[in-house]
């Protein structure tokens, strides 16, 4: 789709990019798309130590990212690797972080 090509909004359309919006909201959860974004695929260990949860919390909170289709999962060997669904949820972290840096630093 061209970045000017216009999406048809409904209801449910807006209503489902709510949810979406919520669940990058919480600080963990974006804690783990930035550094998916800057990083590459990571381990859900790695991403623990990123951002300083325990193990259960941060399970909890891939599950919830992988639910909204915002991180994506593979295992090798014993270990989960995360990476970011696609190109959209990078443009919304990079975007949401530029806008908050230019309304700090303007």
Not at 2 to 17: G, I, K, L, Q, S
Not at 21 to 42: E, N
Request: charge should be positive; avoid cysteine; glycine fraction near 4%.
């Amino acid at each position: 789709m061209a970045p000017d090509a216009e999406v048809v909004v409904t209801a449910e359309a807006v209503a489902a990019t709510a949810r979406l919006l919520a669940v990058a909201a919480h600080p963990v959860r974006l804690r783990v798309l930035i550094a998916l974004d800057r990083r590459g695929p990571l381990s859900a260990g790695e991403l623990q130590a990123i951002a300083g949860v325990e193990q259960s919390a941060m399970s909890h909170q891939l599950h919830k990212l992988r639910a909204a289709r915002l991180v994506d999962a593979e295992r090798r060997g014993r270990r989960m690797i995360y990476r970011l669904h696609d190109h959209h949820v990078a443009h919304i972290v990079r975007d949401a972080l530029l806008h908050v840096s230019e309304r700090v630093d303007g």
